[in-house]
C-alpha cells in the first residue's frame, strides 16, 4: 500500500505510539520483537525492548504459561485470546508490578499465506477486576450480614416459644412447630400450654400476621398478656380482654386471631373460645373425628365479645388446636383441607400410618400430620400443631431394696424407665436420675456403717401441677461429711440439677426428698422431612370492577394473603373514597383469605362505619372466603346482595 491509502509513515509512527492499548509486533517463531508502542513500554516497565524476543525481554513469560499463546497462535494461526491473565512484571529497576490484562495475539501471514508473524494487543483490567472482587466480597459480607440478622429474627421468636409442654397425671400435651422459609424470616405464631394451680390445663395458640422482627415481637407481647392472665386464674374472658386492650394500643397486634382452650383432666370438663381463629379438632378415642364449634369471637381488635364454648373429653380423647397455615395450604380449597386434617390426624393418632415411631400419640400427630399434610402441598406460612389428650393417672413409683451397691444400677434404672413412660423430656430425666443416683449411693455408704445393710425405700409421683416428687429414705444414722476430693460432693451436685433438694434427718432414719418440675419437649420441625415452602413469585390478586351491577361492586380474584394486602388495602380506601363510598365487595373468586386479608377487611369496615359509609362483604356459603369471615366474626352476607340479600 501506497502512503496515500494509509498516510505518511511519521503520522503512522505517531498514531502507533500513542494508542491506549498496548501493541507489539512480532516476527517469526522466536517472536521477535519488531515494534511496541508506548502504552505497551510502560506497561511492562522495560523501555527497550526490540530486537529481542519475547522469552528474553520478558523471562516470566515461560513460566507463567505466556509463551504458549503466541506458539499456538504462530502454530495454528488461529487468533488466540486470553482474558483477566493475572501476570507478575520485572521492571528494569528491579521492581516486580501485578497486574491483570485481556491479551489477543493475532496472525500475520506472508504473500504464499504462511505465518511469519504475531500482532499483539492488550488490555490492562485490573482496575475491573478488583471492582469485581470488591462488589463481590461486598456481596458476601452483606450476605453473611443478611443471614446473622435472619438467624437472630428466628432464634428470637423460637426464645420466645415454650421450650417445654407441661407433664400432667392426667393429660399428655405436644406441640409441633415448622417455621415458614427462612427467607421471610420468622412468623408470628405462637403457641402455649400452661399447668394452672389447680390442675387444669391451659393451651394457647395465636397468629399475629406478617414475618420478621416486628411479628415476633408482637407475638411475644401478646403471648406474656395472655400468659400472665392464664396463670392468675385460668379466666379465658379476661385473658382475652386484656390481649384485646393491648391490640387497641398496638396496631401490629390488630387481627391477631388466637385460640384458647382449658382443659380439667380430672373430669374432662372443656372450655375455649376462638378468637377469629379455626376450631379446635376432637379426636375421638373410639369415635369419629369432630370439630367443635366456633364461638363467634372476633380476631383481636375486631370487638371487646369473648363467647366461651364448653364440651368435654373422655378418656383417650385427644383435642388438637392449629394454625391456619395448616388449613389454607397451597391448592386446597378451605373446606377440604379441614376434612383431609381431620382424616389424617385421626389415622395418625391410632398409629395407622408411619407405625411403631415410639412416640406417644400426642406426639405421633403433631409430627406426623404436619409432615402428611405437607408432603404434597408445601408451605406458605408458619405451621403449628399443639396437642392434649386425656389419660389414665400413672402409677406411683415404689421400691424397697437392701443398701448394696447393685442396688444403685436397680434404683436408677427404675427411674428412669417411670419418667419415660411420663413422657418427660431427656434433660429432666437426666437430671432426676443423677439425683436418685447420688441419694441411693448416700444411703448404701453412710446410713448403716459399722453394722449391717438395712432397708432403702424409693417412691416417686407426678402431682397435678406437673412436678415429680422423689422420696429417697433410709433408718440409718446421719453422718456429716465435709466435701473433699474425694467425696462429700453428691448432695451438692444435686442441688444444682433439680429444683428443690430437702433433707429431714432424725433418730430413726434420713429422708430426701426432690422436686422437680417436668417438661416433654416441642417439636421444631425441619422442612426437608416433611415439605419445602412455596417459593416464587406470589400469585396475583385481581380487582375487577362490575359494571353492570346496581351499583358500585368489584369482584376479588385470587389469594389474599400478605403479599398481596396492602395492595388491596389501598384498592379498598380508594374505590370506598375513604369510607364515604358505598361499595359490594364479592368474594366469590378469593381463593385464599389468610389473616393479613382479615385485618384489611376489618380496618376498612371500622372506616366505613366512622363515615357512614356502606360496605358490604358477599361470600357465598361454603365459598374460602366465608368459612374465614364466620370464624372472624366478620359481618357479611353468603347472599348475593344485588339479587336477594340476606345477612349472614
Known sequence: MSAEDIGDAETVRDVFERMPIAMLALEGPDHKIVAVNALARKLSGRAHQVGGTIAEVFPAALTQQVLDIYDRAYRTGAVQNAREWRLQVEHDDGSRSESYFDIVVTPHRDA??????????????????????????????????????????????????????????????????????ADTAAGGDWFDALALGDGRLALVLGDVAGHGVAASATMGQLRAVVQDRLLDDGDITVALAAANRLAARLPAARGATICVAVLDPADGSLTYCTAGHPPPLLVGAGGPSRYLPATGAPPLGGGDRFPLGADRLAVGDLLLLVSDGLIERPGREYAESLVELANVAEDTARDRVLRDSGLTPVQRV??????????????????????????????????????????????HGAVGEWLHDLGAGDQDVTAIRHAVSELVTNCVQHAYRGGAPGRVRLSADLDGGGEVRVEVADDGTWHEHPPSASGGLGLILVEQMVHQLRLRRGHQGTTAEVRHRITTPARLLIAE???????????????????????????????????????????????????????????????LLASAGVVVFQHALRRDAEQDGRLVLYAPAGSPAQHVLSLSAMPHTTADPHTESTEA
Open 112 to 181: 504464499a499465506g504462511a505465518v511469519s508473524g504475531l500482532s499483539q494487543y492488550s488490555v490492562e483490567v485490573t482496575g475491573r477486576v478488583r471492582e469485581r472482587e470488591a462488589e463481590r466480597r461486598r456481596a458476601e459480607r452483606a450476605e453473611q450480614r443478611y443471614a446473622r440478622a435472619r438467624d437472630v429474627v428466628v432464634a428470637m421468636q423460637l426464645e420466645l416459644l415454650p421450650g417445654g409442654m407441661p407433664v400432667l397425671p392426667r393429660a399428655r400435651a405436644a406441640a409441633g412447630y415448622l417455621p415458614a422459609d
Open 366 to 411: 403433631c409430627v406426623q400430620t404436619i409432615e402428611l399434610l405437607l408432603r404434597p402441598t408445601g408451605h406458605a406460612d408458619d405451621v403449628t400443631m399443639l396437642a392434649v389428650q386425656r389419660v389414665p393417672p400413672p402409677a406411683p413409683l415404689r421400691m424397697s431394696f437392701t443398701a448394696a451397691m447393685p442396688s444403685i444400677g436397680r434404683a
Open 529 to 591: 422431612r416433611v415439605g419445602p415452602p412455596v417459593t416464587g413469585e406470589p400469585d396475583l390478586l385481581l380487582v375487577l370492577d362490575q359494571p353492570a351491577a346496581p351499583g358500585p361492586r368489584v369482584r376479588l380474584d385470587g389469594p389474599v394473603t400478605l403479599a398481596t394486602a396492602e395492595f388491596l388495602a389501598k384498592e379498598l380506601q380508594r374505590l370506598t373514597r375513604n369510607g364515604t363510598r358505598p361499595l359490594t365487595v364479592d368474594l366469590t373468586g378469593v381463593t
